[in-house]
């Protein structure tokens, strides 16, 4: 039993086939959703994917926030429903209000592609169950705005609910406290700046983004027998 | 019946005080490099102008706000100031 992954395009997204890739590289299977689509059906997790989602134009994701898709994908969550957002995945995220928080431009205006190194700060959310906090991952960051910022009230919650899944062992581009990921409060839903899906073969120069992907194939699987469980016997 | 009054505005989205602005800040460190010296606090933002359909200003206003604060800026970091600046250009 294969865990189905939704990967969600929308115009200028371009890292869906590399999600797609490391997916099946570990037994899953992946469809592209198109971002006009109002239903998102029948998949156990939704991924988005890297990219400039109509063009990054006003902010990253800040149109991208009312493509239709965005309703469905804010319902699938809302049900448990594991969702990722990669990098510019994550900035839609943040803009469509499912994780808080902002990502502006690189402390030193750099556009970043390299590979850093992630520290797991916390194994309870669907991207890191079962990878032991504390382990430290080299994962290529490519982004321009990845500055995470929040206000001191959320930056706090965040610390104090352990909501900082992942973060930077030397910040690149000065987000605040290091933060490179974090999740909501339900624990399904996360945002991160690295891109594990380009660190999944050898090839690609590292495999430590395997980790991150099998474990969201996991928690997909798990979610499809939270949802579809037939009611419980009073 | 529709409004047939058409308007002009300006909404300009700054950074939110405390909030960083490498852009604002880049553009400072440069300017003693070609001797325009003594600019401080220099920050960097956008400005959209548009028209819109209204009965009056102050319709115009509410309309203008709910554009800017619903999709031209992210209150999360930026704050909107909505200006009608006058009637629709003609033609």
């Known amino acids: 039993m294969a865990a189905r992954m939704g990967v969600v395009v929308f115009p200028g997204t371009n890292c869906e086939y590399d999600a797609i890739r490391a997916v099946e590289a570990l037994g899953g299977e992946a469809?592209?959703?198109?971002?006009?689509?109002?239903?998102?059906?029948?998949?156990?997790?939704?991924?988005?994917?890297?990219?400039?989602?109509?063009?990054?134009?006003?902010?990253?994701?800040?149109?991208?926030?009312?493509?239709?898709?965005?309703?469905?994908?804010?319902?699938?969550?809302?049900?448990?429903?594991?969702?990722?957002?990669?990098?510019?995945?994550?900035?839609?995220?943040?803009?469509?209000?499912?994780?808080?928080?902002?990502?502006?431009?690189?402390?030193?205006?750099?556009?970043?592609?390299?590979?850093?190194?992630?520290?797991?700060?916390?194994?309870?959310?669907?991207?890191?169950?079962?990878?032991?906090?504390?382990?430290?991952?080299?994962?290529?960051?490519?982004?321009?705005?990845?500055?995470?910022?929040?206000?001191?009230?959320?930056?706090?919650?965040?610390?104090?609910?352990?909501?900082?899944?992942?973060?930077?062992?030397?910040?690149?581009?000065?987000?605040?406290?290091?933060?490179?990921?974090?999740?909501?409060?339900?624990?399904?839903?996360?945002?991160?700046?690295?891109?594990?899906?380009?660190?999944s073969d050898a090839l690609l120069g590292s495999v430590d983004g395997l980790v991150l992907i099998e474990a969201l194939l996991g928690a997909a699987l798990r979610s499809r027998s939270l949802r579809c469980a037939p009611p419980a016997v009073a | 019946m529709a409004p047939t009054q058409r308007f002009t505005l300006l909404v300009e989205v700054q950074l939110r005080a405390g909030i960083s602005d490498p852009q604002g800040a880049t553009i400072e460190r440069a300017l003693p490099g070609i001797g325009l010296d003594g600019v401080s606090r220099v920050r960097a933002g956008k400005a959209f102008r548009f028209e819109l359909s209204a009965d009056d200003e102050a319709a115009a206003l509410l309309l203008g706000t709910q554009v800017a604060e619903r999709v031209l800026a992210n209150p999360v970091i930026e704050d909107a100031t909505v200006t009608v600046t006058g009637p629709a250009v003609a033609g």
């Open chain 1, 31 to 199: 469809d592209l959703v198109w971002h006009g689509t109002t239903e998102v059906t029948g998949y156990d997790a939704l991924v988005l994917p890297g990219g400039f989602a109509h063009g990054d134009y006003l902010r990253p994701g800040a149109i991208a926030r009312f493509s239709p898709v965005m309703a469905a994908v804010a319902r699938f969550a809302a049900d448990g429903g594991p969702v990722v957002g990669i990098c510019n995945g994550f900035q839609v995220l943040t803009e469509a209000g499912l994780l808080p928080g902002a990502l502006q431009k690189n402390r030193g205006l750099r556009f970043l592609c390299m590979p850093v190194a992630i520290r797991v700060e916390s194994a309870d959310s669907v991207l890191t169950e079962g990878v032991v906090a504390g382990t430290v991952l080299s994962i290529p960051i490519n982004h321009f705005e990845g500055n995470y910022t929040c206000d001191e009230a959320t930056l706090a919650q965040l610390r104090s609910e352990r909501r900082v899944v992942l973060r930077y062992v030397d910040n690149p581009n000065g987000s605040v406290d290091g933060i490179a990921g974090i999740c909501n409060e339900g624990r399904n839903v996360v945002g991160l700046m690295p891109h594990p899906e380009r660190a």
